[in-house]
């Protein structure tokens, strides 16, 4: 006779994809992306390994072999978003072509921000703040910068390579946070959109690349 179901695990939202790997062993993936889901509607102070064996229909203490506490569970949903955020942009780069490559990574950029919210805001958390501490989450963060450093340097001169990508990654990062509190159009009159901001940033970038300054 199969047992009833808790009222926890009867209630909670089921997660078919997750349990179906749990299912097969890999419990630390349905775990990440669980947490990656949730943090679409929860704040990451919100989540709990509790709620999320909860939401996986495993038993409380399963979570644990894998992650010592719910910090490392969200340092890896962050390694995982910088994993996920570098390829959307590699992906944006080989389908378009020439200086046109640049344009499509920041454009990808922006829409992983736009679509991803959640895990963006937790990727730049300050307290997930990658360090050597954390070599995973320290080295996805750290490839996702240098790809936009690879394109800068295609253009700009190598002592202005490292203030450009900042230049760019600020503008970008300061695009999608804007974007998502609803401020991105200002006090003007006429709208401006992300892409429109993107557009013109890049073309000042190539100018200043091309006079050589």
Excluded at 16 to 28: E, N, P, V
Excluded at 85 to 114: I, K, N, S, V
Excluded at 167 to 194: F, K, N, Y
């Amino acid at each position: 006779m199969s047992r009833k179901p808790s009222v926890a695990v009867a209630e909670a939202e089921p997660v078919t994809k997750s349990q179906a790997a749990y299912h097969h062993g890999d419990l630390r993936a349905a775990l990440i992306a669980a947490a990656r889901e949730a943090l679409e509607t929860s704040r990451p102070e919100d989540i709990t390994l509790k709620s999320l064996a909860v939401r996986l229909g495993v038993s409380q203490p399963a979570p644990y072999r894998h992650f010592a506490n719910r910090e490392a569970l969200l340092a890896a949903v962050a390694a995982d978003g910088f994993v996920r955020f570098r390829e959307a942009m590699e992906a944006a780069q080989a389908a378009a072509e020439g200086h046109g490559r640049f344009l499509a990574a920041a454009l990808a950029y922006l829409e992983f921000g736009r679509t991803n919210r959640g895990v963006y805001r937790l990727m730049f958390a300050s307290q997930l703040v990658p360090t050597a501490d954390d070599a995973p989450l320290h080295d996805a963060s750290r490839a996702s910068f240098e790809l936009l450093v690879a394109g800068v340097a295609e253009s700009a001169p190598p002592e202005r390579v490292q203030a450009i990508a900042v230049w760019i990654w600020s503008t970008l990062h300061g695009l999608v946070m804007l974007e998502a509190d609803g401020l991105l159009e200002g006090p003007g009159d006429r709208p401006v959109g992300a892409a429109e901001v993107v557009s013109q940033m890049i073309a000042t970038f190539a100018a200043l690349g091309a006079d050589g300054r």
